[in-house]
C-alpha cells in the first residue's frame, strides 16, 4: 500500500511537470510570430493557434525562414524533373520549386491555402516567409511577396474595397459578403528577414505570367509601373 502511494506521488510530480513544461511551449508559440513581420496580431495569433496542434507530443520549434522561388502544381515539377507519377493522388498539391531546383511542399492552411485555391500567385516569382520544422518537409506560410515584372516585390493579400479589411484566401467579404480582390503593395522584407535574402533578383527571370492575367484581376501591373523599392 505504502508503495502505491509513493508511486502516486511520483505520477502527479510527474503530471505537474508534463503541465509546466507544455505551458512553456505554448507560451512560446504565442510569442513567436509576434516579432514575425508586417501582418495584424490577430492573423499571426490565428497562426500561432492553429500551430499547437498536438500537445501530448514535444513538437520542435518552428524556425522561421525566408525561401524564394515559384509556387506550381506538384505535378507540374514532377514533371519537369522527369519523375512519372499518376495526377489524381496529387491533384491540386502545390510546392514551392527554389533557384536550387528544391521542391518545398506548403501546408493548405489559413495563408497556404491561397496558393491552393488562386493559379494568380503560381508560377510566379516569390518569396515566403515560413515556419520551417526539423523533419518537416511541409513550411507554413506566413507572408507572401510577389515581384512583378519591373522586379518590385509586393507583399500580398486580399483586400475588401467596402470594408477595409485584409483576407488571406479566396471568398466573399467576411463582412459585406461582397466580392475581394487580389492585392499586391510594393514593400521591403522585415528588416530581421533582410539580410537573409538570398535572390531578390527572383523577379528577373523573364516576365512570367504577370500580364497574362489580364485586366481587372490583379493590380499588379499598375503597381508595377509605379513602384519603387
Ligand atoms: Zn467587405
Given amino acids: 500500500m505504502r508503495c502505491f ?3 502516486t ?7 505537474v511537470a508534463c503541465w509546466v513544461s507544455v505551458s512553456g511551449h505554448a507560451h512560446f508559440l504565442e510569442s513567436q510570430p509576434a516579432a514575425s513581420n508586417d501582418r495584424p496580431a490577430a492573423a499571426l495569433g490565428a497562426a500561432a493557434a492553429q500551430d499547437d496542434e498536438t500537445p501530448g507530443e514535444p513538437a520542435d520549434e518552428p524556425l522561421k525562414a525566408l525561401l ?3 509556387v506550381m502544381l506538384l505535378s507540374e515539377a514532377l514533371k519537369q524533373r522527369g519523375i512519372k507519377s499518376y495526377e489524381p493522388e496529387i491533384k491540386g498539391q502545390v510546392v514551392l520549386v527554389t533557384p536550387e531546383q528544391e521542391l518545398v511542399p506548403i501546408v493548405p492552411d489559413w495563408r497556404g491555402r491561397a496558393f491552393y485555391q488562386d493559379e494568380r ?3 510566379r516569382a516569390v518569396e515566403l516567409i515560413v515556419n520551417r520544422r526539423r523533419g518537416v518537409p511541409w513550411v507554413q506560410v506566413l507572408s507572401i511577396y510577389m515581384f512583378d515584372d519591373s522586379g518590385v516585390r509586393n507583399i ?5 474595397d467596402v470594408c477595409s479589411i485584409p483576407m488571406y484566401e479566396i471568398k466573399d467579404c467576411e463582412c459585406c459578403q461582397a466580392p475581394i480582390r487580389l492585392r499586391l503593395r510594393p514593400q521591403e522584407l522585415p528588416k530581421e528577414l533582410q539580410n537573409s535574402t538570398r535572390s531578390s533578383k527572383a523577379g528577373s527571370k523573364g516576365p512570367g505570367k504577370a500580364d497574362s492575367d489580364g485586366p481587372g484581376k490583379a493590380n499588379s501591373g499598375k503597381i508595377g509601373s509605379k513602384g519603387s523599392p
Avoid at 506521488?9 to 503530471?15: F, M, S, Y
Fill in 5 to 7: 502511494k509513493l508511486f
Fill in 156 to 160: 500580398t493579400d486580399y483586400w475588401c
Fill in 68 to 70: 524564394s522561388g515559384r
Fill in 121 to 123: 500567385l503560381r508560377d
Fill in 9 to 15: 506521488a511520483v505520477t502527479a510530480l510527474g503530471t
